[in-house]
């Protein structure tokens, strides 16, 4: 059974690997700085074996949900510091009832935004839920520009499933009507809840693009928000239509000399396909995630 999770760990040819080391012919402001963080989605171990593993194997910084509890958050700072690393906060409400969700939301953006410890490079948002009105879902990102506003912290609110943003059509709305929308850009989820690569909704996209602050890099196809390994010859259609939709928000940051967080976030079973009986993932996840790390810095670092 091992024969399997090798052999696809090991397949880093295809024309996938020539993409990545293409880079795109930019005009770069000089100070266009890109920032490569880790996801601790997946990770069995401590914080501090967690936070020494992302510094060894290259990343700027992580990824992690803001601690609720002072003692959660005291252990965090601890260990950036320790590690040198910068972070990127997550933040969400939970409650099925909107009132509740949002009561829980603001409780935690507002103490991620005001902490005084080691300021964020953003704050990206699981903003409500795909149920919610659009009347509701305009009072987070409300809240969220107003925060932005009066902190100066970068706050995205996240192409994901089941959260407002779920779908091209409903988040272009959202981006048509509400001008200070920013977004993280995790568009796997889009591909699987369209079933394509988005070839028909180009104008969507596009739009979506122009918001961007923040990227999700994993790559989806039309069955899933997830292939199994992004090394393997053939996924190479998929890793091309995101390097496609990322290089253009590299231009564009890259025009305007500002920076570019990126999350590599390919993640465990049941993301990750498994064997079955088993469930003995297809690829090693982090891994996966180090060689998309290693591929974007080569393709954007200045």
């Not at 568009?187 to 990227?215: F, G």
Request: with cysteine; aromatic share 10%.
């Amino acid at each position: 059974m091992q024969t399997v999770g090798t052999a696809a760990t090991a397949v880093q040819l295809s024309t996938t690997a020539a993409a990545s080391s293409i880079l795109p012919n930019i005009h770069m402001n000089n100070n266009f700085k890109l920032k490569l963080l880790a996801t601790n989605w997946g990770f069995n171990g401590t914080l501090d074996e967690y936070c020494t593993k992302v510094k060894k194997d290259g990343y700027d910084g992580i990824e992690i949900w803001w601690p609720l509890e002072k003692k959660g958050q005291d252990q965090l700072f601890s260990l950036l510091k320790k590690h040198e690393l910068e972070v990127g906060f997550l933040c969400a409400g939970s409650d099925s009832n909107y009132k509740k969700h949002f009561d829980q939301f603001v409780q935690m953006i507002d103490a991620a935004a005001n902490e005084s410890i080691q300021r964020p490079l953003y704050i990206n948002c699981h903003s409500g839920r795909d149920y919610f009105t659009y009347e509701e879902g305009k009072t987070f990102i409300s809240h969220t520009s107003a925060l932005a506003k009066s902190t100066g912290i970068k706050i995205c609110h996240e192409t994901h499933r089941s959260r407002l943003l779920y779908a091209a059509p409903v988040a272009r709305h959202y981006m048509e009507t509400i001008p200070e929308l920013r977004i993280t850009f995790d568009v796997s989820h889009w591909c699987n809840v369209h079933e394509s690569l988005l070839e028909d909704q180009q104008e969507t996209v596009n739009l979506s693009l122009q918001r961007v602050d923040h990227i999700h890099a994993r790559v989806g196809h039309a069955e899933g928000p997830q292939v199994n390994d992004p090394r393997a010859p053939e996924w190479d259609h998929a890793v091309k239509a995101h390097l496609a939709w990322w290089d253009k928000v590299v231009e564009l940051k890259k025009q305007k000399g500002d920076v570019l967080t990126i999350l590599t976030e390919f993640g465990p079973p049941d993301y990750m396909p498994t064997l079955p009986y088993t469930r003995q993932p297809l690829a090693d996840q982090w891994a996966v995630n180090v060689h998309m790390m290693q591929m974007i810095r080569n393709r954007y670092q200045p």
